[in-house]
């Protein structure tokens, strides 16, 4: 079993910053495969960054050059950094687990993320 604990969301004005944590236990944290999700209201979640066990990492192309996503497997965390945010990245962001060789998924219980003037 492995829980995921999002922390670090908040209100903030367009061209703002935050920075979104995510902390793993009860699992080999290397090994997994690891995502940010967002679901706005009325609107499916999307995947917005992830990083696979081995460092590679992937972005929506509406977050490229603004998001990054970072793990550090020695405490058992991946960030993700999110910079001249905009409206429409207002959502409930999830932190979410898997490993190539298995079909389970873990999630977060969700972090909001409200970015308004």
């Known amino acids: 079993q492995v829980q995921l604990v999002e922390s670090g969301g908040g209100s903030v004005q367009p061209g703002g910053s935050l920075r979104l944590s995510c902390a793993a236990s009860g699992t080999i944290f290397s090994t997994y495969n690891m995502g940010w999700y967002r679901q706005a209201p009325g609107k499916q979640r999307e995947l917005v960054a992830s990083i696979t066990s081995g460092g590679r990492t992937n972005y929506v192309d509406s977050v490229k050059g603004r998001f990054t996503i970072s793990r550090d497997n020695a405490k058992n965390t991946i960030n993700l950094q999110m910079i001249n945010l905009k409206p429409d990245d207002t959502a409930v962001y999830y932190c979410?687990?898997?490993?190539?060789?298995?079909?389970?998924?873990?999630w977060g219980q969700g972090t909001q993320v409200t970015v308004s003037s």
């Open positions: 979410r687990a898997d490993r190539a060789w298995s079909s389970i998924a873990y």
